[in-house]
């Protein structure tokens, strides 16, 4: 294909001629309408179809064929009966001939702690719920799905015991408890330092033996 270049042409376009100026009108070759039109019957077979005289709507039904992928190399639109369809975590699609909508469907934190649906994905927001790390003064809590961590400092009275209050409450149960301390710089066997006595959903009784009042740090893990 090339712009016209006939006589009277300006920088490839057609003019209809000024006698004012002296411009003269293009001159159609024949080479050019040759192309022209060979290029627009090039287009109409390559998409299949038959030449008829007097059928106005050729070159559109081309177009519209090879647009469609209906010849060629398939590069036009995707067939409708095409399905788009979820796999795995991703739910929803079908046929083409419509707008689809593919969904993953994210976990509950309840979902994620009973560790059993296959379906669903894990999100921080579902996490949060299940991994959380809280501190308040001296005291620390970890919760890790159903356990709970806690860590927290007080002070036992010379010869005493002491029920020292969780810094929150175990639903369920204590599963042990352990106290670290003693009287720095008595390392006699008589002066081992506290120890953790007993151990509840809300206290944990610690034990000293030593005659001074001492310091202790207690981690306790329950659910």
Not at 80 to 101: C, E
Not at 156 to 180: H, I, R, Y
Request: aromatic share 4%; with cysteine.
């Amino acid at each position: 294909m090339h712009r016209i270049d006939g006589a009277g042409a300006v920088d490839g376009l057609f003019t209809e001629g000024s006698p004012a100026t002296g411009q003269e009108a293009t001159v159609l070759t024949a080479d050019w309408l040759n192309e022209v039109q060979e290029n627009l019957v090039d287009l109409i077979t390559f998409a299949g179809i038959a030449l008829v005289k007097g059928d106005y709507t050729q070159v559109r039904d081309a177009v519209v064929a090879l647009v469609a992928g209906v010849v060629g190399t398939g590069g036009g639109s995707v067939p409708t009966t095409r399905q788009v369809n979820g796999g795995g975590l991703v739910t929803g699609g079908g046929a083409l001939a419509a707008d689809l909508t593919l969904s993953v469907v994210a976990a509950t934190i309840g979902e994620v702690a009973a560790q059993v649906a296959t379906d669903k994905a894990v999100t921080p927001a579902s996490l949060a719920g299940l991994i959380s790390i809280s501190v308040a003064g001296s005291s620390m809590i970890i919760t890790l799905g159903t356990a709970i961590i806690q860590i927290f400092k007080t002070t036992v009275s010379a010869n005493s015991t002491l029920n020292a209050p969780l810094p929150t409450t175990f639903p369920n149960a204590c599963m042990g408890a352990w106290v670290n301390g003693g009287k720095v710089g008595d390392y006699g066997v008589s002066h081992n330092g506290p120890f953790a006595s007993g151990e509840g959903t809300t206290i944990i009784s610690i034990q000293n033996a030593i005659d001074d009042p001492v310091s202790v740090t207690v981690l306790a893990i329950g659910r």
